[in-house]
């Protein structure tokens, strides 16, 4: 098999570390054609969608790709802002305050760079651009909390699938999750108390994830249980008593049974049975995209109003707040030991001899 072609290996070569930030993606644009080309890459993952690849095949192309990207593309433009996709402009603002927060820290020789697992800025892309900057340890790390062999699981096959098709692998880490990081949960806990500072607190807070469907939790799939611990531990962070919240699921596709309860039907309850006021965070998204601005804020903000609620409140994702960059710093560091991210004066100027010897390598080579 044919391995990607490498840059020079000279002695003296300086190797960094890098940490890429991988998102689940977006499209390029809120068109058809833009639409339709990323929901190819995303629907035709196995991962995602556990089908005989022959029978999903004719029902991707023939009916879901024809139809639903036109209407994915609809509600995309709805959420589009001047700058592009939201997901893509707040992933970047986490990957560029991430890399300052660590140099802050000491870190000065972190790259920090985002990834999309489906679209672009490609995952492989971005891996061979992190080896033409002499990066030789990386951390990967999902912009997903909860583990799940439909999301996480994802990004490592493609990680595994571009390293082998390469001769001088770098060192990983891979981080898993992080669903229950003290981090995570108090950048969640600030986000939602300082929204009730500036807008006052519901009778309910409603804490919905992305659904899967339910045949993968009993496959043994562990995001329905990180969920419910992400839920249970925000919730002791509030202060908040069993009746004070709710967490659901949302994003149901097909018609196989999902994991449940359903974010949507659960505040058409709530307001029938007379809550006037709900409180919607979505604590899997660290960035807000479609399935927050579009599906939360407008789709089931309309059930609940439809229904007889009068009050519907949509809490933004951390998105780039400073809260969740001390966290990512934080989840970020503790994979970052034992790499030589931290330096000495030193260690700086060894670094810079070797830099200069490779230099002098170099130049010995093309003579």
């Not at 809550?275 to 939360?296: A, H, K, N, Q, Y």
Request: hydrophobic share 35%; glycine share 8%.
């Amino acid at each position: 098999m044919p391995f990607r072609k490498e840059p020079p290996h000279l002695h003296g070569t300086v190797s960094h570390s890098a940490i890429v930030l991988v998102n689940l993606g977006t499209p390029d644009e809120p068109t058809r054609s833009s639409v339709r080309r990323y929901l190819k890459q995303f629907l035709s993952d196995p991962r995602v969608v556990e089908i005989p690849s022959r029978i999903w095949w004719f029902i991707l192309n023939l009916f879901i790709l024809p139809f639903r990207s036109g209407q994915s593309a609809a509600k995309y433009r709805t959420i589009w802002t001047r700058d592009g996709s939201p997901l893509r402009i707040h992933t970047a603002q986490q990957a560029s305050k991430l890399h300052a927060v660590l140099a802050e820290r000491g870190h000065e020789d972190v790259k920090v760079v985002m990834a999309m697992r489906y679209g672009s800025p490609s995952l492989p892309d971005v891996l061979d651009g992190l080896k033409q900057n002499g990066c030789d340890r990386i951390v990967v790390l999902p912009a997903y909390p909860q583990y799940s062999g439909t999301t996480t699981a994802s990004i490592w096959d493609a990680v595994f699938q571009h390293y082998g098709q390469v001769r001088n692998v770098p060192e990983l880490r891979l981080v898993k999750h992080y669903h229950d990081h003290e981090g995570y949960i108090h950048a969640l806990r600030d986000n939602v108390l300082a929204y009730w500072d500036a807008h006052g607190r519901g009778q309910k807070l409603v804490m919905s994830f992305h659904g899967t469907p339910k045949r993968t939790l009993e496959l043994g799939d562990p995001y329905f249980c990180e969920c419910q611990k992400t839920g249970r531990l925000l919730a002791q962070a509030l202060e908040l008593g069993p009746d004070d919240y709710l967490v659901t699921f949302q994003s149901r596709f097909g018609k196989a049974e999902w994991l449940q309860p359903y974010t949507a039907p659960t505040v058409q309850q709530l307001a029938q049975a007379g809550v006037e006021r709900i409180d919607v965070i979505c604590p899997g998204f660290t960035s807000d995209c479609l399935e927050t601005l579009e599906e939360i804020s407008m789709e089931v903000r309309h059930d609940f109003e439809s229904n007889g609620g009068k009050d519907f409140h949509y809490i933004p994702c951390l998105n780039a707040s400073p809260a969740w960059i001390r966290g990512m710093a934080e989840i970020a560091e503790q994979h970052l030991i034992g790499w030589s991210t931290i330096q000495t004066p030193a260690q700086r100027e060894a670094q810079r001899l070797d830099a200069e010897l490779g230099a002098q390598n170099a130049a010995r080579l093309g003579a």
